[in-house]
């Protein structure tokens, strides 16, 4: 049964994900990103949700020891780390 | 604006955008509600939520996917934009109830596990009202969920704002599966004429004003590309502008073009770059905004700072660095003012790195002085005569 | 050159932003008052249907389990022991009330077996919708009242092969339990509730008349719940 099992896939997922949400917010969101440091309890309320979705994202980031935030990849920036301009 | 993550950046605007937002939808189910107890008295109070939220949050999605091109179309729309994630999440809330009512009425209490039955209790038997409608509606509302979920600005800044963006333009496959979750279903359960002529207005008004901003989009930029190549200088151009060609200044447009304090858009290196005129100066930056990659030649320099259109995140113009405590940094790219042109060099210098602005000269001035202001062909030009 | 510029985090947007924002929010709150008024006003679907959830009462009775478990009343007015037996002998001095579980549940038939034919009491809610009745039996509320005889079933009256096209719906939810209770929306909780043992019932529409209910059963006049299901007509 296809959408039984993905049903329970999605499930462990989102459990997963809980389990992950409690330390991370608490512990791991200042470690990938210093702005998170002093963040209120609303904050971290608010992001448990997308958590529980990105969390294997996130522990990547953790698990590798990450201090900052990813810059973003566009032409200009890439072009731009290429080498300095004259 | 990289500082201290909050719950909420709440200012007045976004209290009396939240206010409008509240009190339209709250108007929209109350009425909706009592209307249909009144006329229908023997309806199932359930179905009748069930049908006040998820039209409710049918029609606040149009208006957001609306918000969008309305304001390429005119940015005196903007303040419509300003807040609209507040907006999606409400979105995302209604549906939520909606499909919550929706296993609670239809699914619970059965032989089969609640979530389960919304894909093995639609069997297809080849007509179309048998179409499985309400998986459209579950798998929209996961993409619901993931935009809601990562709308706060820490989710901006750690998925990237190009990712963050790529994963919120799912909105238009959500959008696509509740066209069909509607099309398939109350559509046709309840056949009324208007509940059809509803949704094909609303889908005609969505990618009308979509098709009409990206053509619009398109001939800007084919307007403004510029290559190494294709600018070189013509005949008439050559004796001003062999001295920067030389080492790959590109002519970008001719100072007048731009208004003070505002910028002109031209294509370069792969993205768009916003030319900015100040205090007889001219400087130019990455036209992408590091918050939401708005566009910051559709701008204005407010306080000396190049100020986003879209959440008004600042940079100075010289340096592309937000001014302290901000850590948001843009590339800016090298620019020569000559005899009233301005060159940019194509290659982007790092983000926060100062470039020096280009000082505008006697004859620069002059010639803007005699200029005519019909040269209003650049978006960012669009951008503020818009009435 | 009108040169205003919005900035959300200003206290105060500029007066000519701010005259095409109040007229933006005028249009969004006039289709937050009309499309639900539209909307709410050209719903077709919902009929007279009731349930009277909350309100339990007791009925009394002849129990019969076969094709699918209902309760012989009789007519009101005539509610004594002669009448039930009066009941037992002739079945069109009574109505019959079809008996169904709470949620998406029919009776299970094996568990009242034993008061099949007899006369019994029972607590439920009403379910009804023109002349048909339908009861929500609370659990385990059946008790065999005095009368304790067995009969069979009513003698059968052929009337041809006929060719009707209608839709099937689950009866609980159509008599009044969910209203609408038919037609697509719908669809994903009659299967729900014909799988659990609700009886299905054949809606025809007339085009003259009132719509008729067909309870379908097999030939020989058992359910046919898994038929319908399996079907897929």
């Keep these: 049964m296809i959408a039984a099992a993905f049903l329970i896939a999605l499930g462990i997922y989102l459990a997963c994900g809980l389990v992950f949400a409690l330390p991370f917010v608490l512990v791991g969101a200042k470690r990938i990103d ?32 990450v201090k900052e935030p990813p810059e973003e990849c566009n032409a200009h920036r890439r072009a731009a780390r290429k080498g300095v301009a004259p | 604006m990289g500082v201290e993550y909050v719950s909420v950046q709440w200012n007045r605007q976004k209290k009396f955008y939240d206010a409008v937002l509240v009190g339209g939808v709250a108007a929209f189910l109350v009425i909706f509600s009592v209307l249909t107890k009144v006329l229908f008295p023997r309806v199932t109070d359930e179905i009748m939520l069930i049908r006040a939220f998820g039209t409710g949050a049918f029609l606040l999605l149009h208006i957001i996917l609306c918000i969008g091109p309305l304001c390429r179309l005119n940015p005196q729309f903007l303040p419509l934009l300003y807040n609209r994630r507040h907006a999606g999440v409400t979105c995302f809330l209604l549906g939520l109830i909606h499909a919550a009512l929706v296993v609670i009425t239809y699914h619970a209490g059965s032989d089969t596990n609640p979530i389960l039955s919304i894909f093995v209790s639609s069997p297809i038997n080849g007509s179309v009202s048998s179409v499985p409608f309400q998986p459209f509606g579950f798998f929209a509302l996961i993409i619901l969920f993931l935009m809601a979920a990562t709308s706060h600005d820490f989710w901006l800044a750690n998925l990237s704002a190009p990712v963050w963006k790529s994963l919120h333009m799912l909105v238009y496959v959500a959008y696509a599966l509740l066209v069909l979750h509607v099309t398939f279903g109350v559509i046709q359960g309840e056949g009324s004429p208007l509940y059809v002529g509803t949704v094909a207005l609303g889908l005609v008004t969505v990618l009308g004003l979509h098709i009409t901003a990206a053509r619009r989009e398109v001939a800007l930029d084919s307007e403004s590309r510029l290559t190494p190549h294709a600018s070189r200088p013509t005949e008439s151009q050559s004796l001003v502008t062999s001295s920067p060609t030389e080492d790959e200044f590109v002519d970008a447009c001719a100072v007048a073009d731009i208004s003070e304090n505002r910028a002109r858009i031209v294509c370069l290196s792969g993205e768009r770059v916003a030319i900015f005129k100040y205090e007889g100066k001219i400087s130019a930056v990455s036209n992408v905004c590091q918050h939401q990659n708005g566009p910051l030649g559709e701008g204005k320099i407010v306080s000396g700072c190049i100020t986003c259109p879209w959440h008004g995140y600042q940079y100075q113009p010289d340096t592309g660095a937000s001014p302290p405590p901000f850590v948001e940094k843009i590339p800016t790219f090298n620019v020569r003012v000559k005899n009233g042109r301005v060159f940019v060099h194509p290659k982007p210098n790092p983000a926060g790195t100062r470039a020096k602005p280009a000082t505008i000269d006697g004859s620069s001035r002059r010639e803007e002085a005699h200029s005519v202001t019909g040269n209003s062909e650049s978006l960012v030009t669009l951008a503020a005569t818009k009435k | 050159m009108n040169d205003e510029f919005y900035i959300g985090w200003e206290a ?106 007899k006369s019994v009491s029972l607590k439920g809610t009403l379910i009804y919708r023109g002349n048909q009745t339908m009861i929500e039996v609370m659990p385990d509320s059946i008790r065999a009242t005095n009368t304790a005889s067995t009969i069979g079933l009513p003698s059968v009256v052929p009337l041809g092969r006929q060719t009707l096209l209608g839709e099937i719906v689950d009866s609980k939810c159509f008599l009044g339990v969910m209203n609408p209770g038919h037609l697509t929306p719908h669809r994903a909780c009659a299967i729900r509730c014909i799988s659990g043992g609700v009886p299905p019932v054949l809606l025809v529409r007339q085009k003259d008349g009132p719509a008729i209910y067909l309870l379908l059963v097999s030939a020989d006049g058992k359910p046919v719940n898994k038929q319908v299901l399996y079907s897929r007509a």
Aim: charged share 10%; proline share 9%; glycine share 8%.
């Design chain 1, 34 to 65: 210093p702005h998170a440091a002093q963040g209120p309890w609303g904050f971290r309320l608010l992001i448990i949700p997308g958590v529980m979705a990105l969390w294997p994202l996130l522990l990547r980031r953790w698990a590798t020891g």
């Design chain 3, 12 to 117: 105060k947007a500029a007066p000519g932003i701010g005259k095409t924002l109040r007229k933006a929010v005028v249009c969004l709150l006039v289709l937050a008052v009309l499309v639900p008024v539209l909307l709410a006003m050209s719903q077709r679907m919902i009929g007279v249907s009731v349930f009277e959830w909350g309100a339990v009462k007791s009925f009394t009775g002849v129990l019969r389990t076969q094709p699918y478990p209902h309760l012989l009343v009789p007519r009101p007015g005539t509610n004594d022991y002669h009448t039930l037996q009066s009941v037992i002998n002739s079945p069109a001095s009574a109505s019959a009330y079809h008996l169904v579980a709470p949620w998406k549940f029919g009776l299970d038939r094996a568990s009242i077996a034993t008061f099949d034919g």
